[in-house]
């Protein structure tokens, strides 16, 4: 199975400051296709998770644009430009390059 | 508008069963890949299960074998039927796909 590491657990910020969390793959999410399939969600206090950015760094609709995300083959990262009281919650990296899909451990973010 | 809708839960026996169900709208469960997720009370996100377009379907190792999944085109539904249901399938079950996830249905396994 394909372990996803994220870094850090936790993270607390300051309004409008950045974020930056960091996922890692142990098997490389590139497809032959060309394509790498690693998801970011987040999922707010209470709620379904719900998607923020798909295949590295494209933002699903709606999603603000100060979400981001990058990297590639196996290290991945996605970056709060400002992060606001709405970004509160935990985030979670997925990878659907292959069965089992796999979820990082989640990364609690909470506002200072 | 895509919705997902989730029912079945409830507080089962060790060893019982159950089936939840996923009701779609504004998508076609046929076309489209859809899967079960779960998260047990206080953890992260777990994959549980997923049925291709092609009917193909696929079960992460800690279920195979006790859940089984599956659709009604004609309903436009798919289901996960859970068997021989332990403690640690304590958990809420989110039908959907990457994009689209339902509120999800709760499972107490507990005697």
């Given at each position: 199975?394909?372990?996803?590491?994220?870094?850090?657990?936790?993270?607390?910020?300051?309004?409008?400051?950045?974020?930056?969390?960091s996922c890692k793959s142990s098997q490389s999410l590139l497809h032959r296709?060309?394509?790498?399939?690693?998801?970011?969600?987040?999922?707010?206090?209470?709620?379904?998770p719900h998607l923020?950015?798909?295949?590295?760094?494209?933002q699903f609709s709606g999603v603000p644009d100060r979400f981001s995300g990058?990297?590639?083959?196996?290290?991945?990262?996605?970056?709060?430009?400002?992060?606001?009281a709405e970004d509160v919650g935990v985030y979670y990296c997925m990878q659907t390059i292959q069965f089992?899909?796999?979820?990082?451990q989640g990364t609690k973010v909470e506002i200072k | 508008?895509?919705?997902?809708?989730?029912?079945?839960?409830?507080?089962?026996?060790?060893?019982?069963?159950?089936?939840?169900?996923?009701a779609a709208s504004g998508l076609s469960v046929s076309s489209n890949y859809m899967m079960w997720v779960r998260q047990a009370p206080g953890k992260g996100l777990e994959?549980?299960?997923?049925i291709s377009r092609g009917g193909d379907t696929y079960y992460a190792d800690s279920v195979k074998g006790r859940f089984t999944i599956s659709r009604d085109n004609s309903k436009n539904m798919f289901y996960l039927q859970v068997n021989s249901l332990r403690s640690e399938d304590t958990a809420r079950y989110y039908c959907g796909r990457v994009t689209t996830w339902g509120l999800g249905t709760m499972v107490i396994v507990s005697s």
């Open positions: 199975d394909i372990v996803m590491t994220q870094t850090p657990l936790s993270l607390s910020v300051t309004p409008g400051q950045p974020a930056s969390i296709d060309g394509k790498t399939y690693l998801y970011w969600l987040l999922q707010k206090p209470g709620q379904s923020l950015i798909f295949e590295v760094s494209n990058s990297g590639s083959g196996t290290v991945f990262t996605l970056k709060i430009s400002r992060v606001e089992p899909w796999t979820f990082g | 508008e895509v919705q997902l809708v989730e029912s079945g839960g409830g507080l089962v026996q060790p060893g019982g069963s159950l089936r939840l169900s996923c994959w549980v299960s997923l």
